[in-house]
């Protein structure tokens, strides 16, 4: 059974840092994406982050290029969301996501790609 627990979230400042961590378990190797989503109420899902865990690469979205990074620790299954400069329009619901089987790398774009979900972690970010 795939299980995605994100943590990390909280309030932050515009110009302040958070890291979300997402502990993935129970996928198969063929799953092979990672996406960081973030929802506002009333808002589609927007990606803004994928994650290739065969080698680690990372494609990161437009609207947060330059201040949000991904990475990973394949020795704790977790895929992490660096997020610097915060703005307030970041703030959110963040959630990790994985791919359906055998996506190649570059991840797929797009929560369509993307079938088991996490509960979701807030980030609130105050001007």
């Known amino acids: 059974q795939v299980r995605l627990v994100e943590s990390g979230g909280g309030s932050v400042q515009a110009g302040g840092s958070l890291r979300l961590a997402c502990a993935a378990s129970?996928?198969?190797?063929?799953?092979?994406?990672l996406g960081w989503f973030r929802q506002i109420p009333g808002k589609e899902r927007e990606g803004v982050a994928y994650?290739?865990?065969?080698?680690?690469?990372?494609y990161i979205s437009d609207s947060v290029r330059g201040r949000f990074t991904g990475s990973q620790d394949n020795a704790k299954n977790t895929v992490y969301l660096q997020m610097n400069s915060l703005k307030p329009e970041d703030t959110a619901t963040y959630y990790c996501?994985?791919?359906?089987?055998?996506?190649?790398?570059?991840?797929?774009?797009?929560?369509?790609?993307?079938?088991?979900w996490g509960q979701g972690t807030q980030v609130t970010v105050s001007s």
């Open positions: 996501a994985i791919g359906s089987r055998w996506l190649a790398s570059p991840c797929a774009a797009g929560s369509s790609h993307y079938i088991d």
């Open positions: 994650i290739y865990t065969p080698d680690g690469s990372t």
């Open positions: 129970g996928y198969s190797d063929s799953r092979r994406c």
